[in-house]
C-alpha cells in the first residue's frame, strides 16, 4: 500500500501517455500550434513496466489515461491492451474523439467501458474556431460507433461566453438523446489566461451555466 504524508491511501491512477495533441484548442495554447509529444516521454513498455509495479504495491483498482490526446500517440494500442490484462476494477480514457472511428478495433478488443470526450460545439464554424483543428462529424460518427460498441460515453463541455454559450442547450438536448452524460466544465484560469483580459471576457461561473439551461 501507498500511503501519502496524511496517512490517506489511493486506489485511483492517471496516466498521460503523451503532451501531444491534434487540436490547438483556445483555452489550451494561445498561438494555435499544436502540442508535441516531450523529449522524455517512456515507452509503451516502460509505462506498463511503472504501471504494473504501482498497481501492486498500492492495490490500484482505477485507472484513467489521459494526454495531450491518447490516441494520437504509436504507443496508445500497446499500452491499453497491455493495462487491460492487469487485475483492475475499471480503465477509462479522456479524448477529444477525433481518432475514435479509426481505434475503435483495439478499444473494443481492450473492454474498456467508459470514454471522456472533450466537446465544446455542435456547430462546425465554432468547432473549427475553438480545437482549431479535426473535423466534427468524425467525432460525432466516433461517438455513435462508441455508444454501438456499448461503451459509456461523457461530454466534457467547457462554456465560453463569447465563443459558445448558445450551443449550451443544443449539447444538453444531444447528450440526452442518446443517454450520455455531460458534464460543464468551467474556464480555468492557467496557461496563458493567466494574463491579460481573455478569461474575465470569457468565463462563466456555474450558476450562469445553470441559468443559461433553465
Do not use: W
Amino acid at each position: 500500500m501507498i500511503v501519502d504524508n496524511l496517512g490517506r491511501s489511493f486506489k485511483n491512477l492517471r496516466v498521460s501517455l503523451t503532451a501531444a495533441c491534434n487540436y490547438a484548442c483556445t483555452y489550451c495554447v494561445p498561438d494555435g500550434k499544436r502540442l508535441m509529444p516531450a523529449r522524455n516521454e517512456l515507452s509503451a513498455r516502460e509505462l506498463l513496466k511503472l504501471v504494473g509495479y504501482i498497481q501492486e504495491a498500492a492495490g490500484i483498482e482505477k485507472l484513467r489515461i489521459t494526454g495531450g490526446d491518447p490516441l494520437v500517440t504509436p504507443k496508445f494500442d500497446e499500452f491499453l491492451l497491455g493495462v487491460s490484462k492487469f487485475p483492475l476494477r475499471d480503465i477509462s480514457l479522456t479524448t477529444n474523439g477525433q481518432l475514435l472511428l479509426q481505434k475503435a478495433a483495439v478499444l473494443k478488443k481492450s473492454g474498456i467501458k467508459r470514454i471522456n470526450i472533450s466537446l465544446d460545439t455542435l456547430n462546425p464554424l465554432k468547432f473549427k474556431q475553438i480545437a482549431r483543428g479535426g473535423d466534427l462529424d468524425t467525432v460525432l460518427a466516433g461517438i455513435d460507433k462508441m455508444l454501438e460498441l456499448g461503451i459509456k460515453i461523457k461530454i466534457n463541455m467547457v462554456p465560453m461566453r463569447n465563443q459558445n454559450l448558445a450551443d449550451v442547450q443544443r449539447l444538453l438536448e444531444y447528450s440526452l438523446q442518446r443517454g450520455i452524460e455531460l458534464r460543464f466544465i468551467e474556464l480555468m484560469r492557467m496557461g496563458h489566461l493567466l494574463h491579460g483580459s481573455s478569461f474575465q471576457q470569457e468565463f462563466l461561473s456555474m450558476q450562469a451555466i445553470l441559468d443559461e439551461i433553465a
